[in-house]
């Protein structure tokens, strides 16, 4: 049966079995200290007020039975799939693949790369490891929700403005319906955070939809 949520810029419509909740990268390298995140300037405590609304989310969705995914954004050890280009932005004494408070910072395995205890996936709920920003680049997302036969997107995670949006576009050109959950995605922006939102829900949804975390457990 369709759900309807309550949405920017109108009305979102899903069918549970044909929706993933996605949850994007809410790794300890960019919610907590001494991550990724902290190590590119940020104060990464916006990030942390996501995981509660986020925990709510996700254990509903589990509760009814609806299909998670998870992304993790980070390389592989010897950092083959880390282009040069990336490793080297921003000029960072302590970057991509260097020992730092939480392990090798974004290198698969280390304890910074990997998922808050709060969100823990289910070993029934696919774990998809990325080396960009996006979500479908150099993945197996697409084949996981063709297999599937997934249409819409509820997408949460971080960042708002990085790996939700580009992943939002993605997921967008490739025919998916997406809904941003807007207390559950965060950025150490709170100005990125309010542009990224409207760009998402503005002229007529050119991206997708937009609702606070409430209206979906409404029609849930
Ligand atoms: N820096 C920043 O805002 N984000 C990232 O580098 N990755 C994700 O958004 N996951």
């Known amino acids: 049966m369709p759900h309807v949520v309550s949405a920017e810029p109108y009305d979102y419509t899903?069918?549970?079995s044909t929706t993933a909740l996605v949850i994007i990268d809410m790794q300890r390298d960019f919610v907590d200290r001494g991550g990724f995140g902290?190590?590119?300037g940020n104060d990464v405590s916006?990030?942390?007020?996501?995981?509660?609304?986020l925990q709510r989310v996700l254990s509903t969705w589990r509760e009814r039975g609806g299909f998670v995914v998870h992304t993790r954004e980070g390389h592989r050890p010897d950092l083959s799939d880390c282009p040069p280009a990336k490793r080297a932005r921003g000029n960072l004494k302590v970057g991509i693949g260097d020992p730092g408070p939480l392990g090798r910072v974004l290198v698969r395995g280390e304890y910074g790369h990997d998922i808050v205890d709060e969100l823990k996936p289910l070993p029934s709920e696919p774990v998809v490891d990325k080396?960009?920003?996006?979500?479908f680049y150099a993945t197996?997302?697409?084949?996981?929700?063709a297999g599937r036969n997934i249409r819409s997107l509820i997408v949460t995670g971080v960042t708002?403005?990085?790996c939700v949006h580009t992943t939002v576009r993605e997921a967008n050109d490739r025919g998916f319906e997406c809904l941003v959950l807007s207390d559950c995605v965060g950025s150490y922006f709170p100005e990125f955070q309010a542009a990224a939102l409207k760009?998402?829900?503005a002229q007529g949804g050119i991206f997708g939809w937009v609702a606070p975390s409430e209206r979906l457990l409404k029609a849930l």
């Open 46 to 53: 916006p990030l942390r007020q996501v995981v509660a609304p």
């Open 38 to 40: 902290e190590l590119l």
């Open 14 to 16: 899903f069918e549970p």
């Open 140 to 145: 197996d997302l697409e084949r996981i929700l």
């Open 199 to 201: 760009m998402i829900a």
């Open 131 to 135: 080396p960009g920003k996006g979500s």
């Open 160 to 162: 708002t403005e990085v």
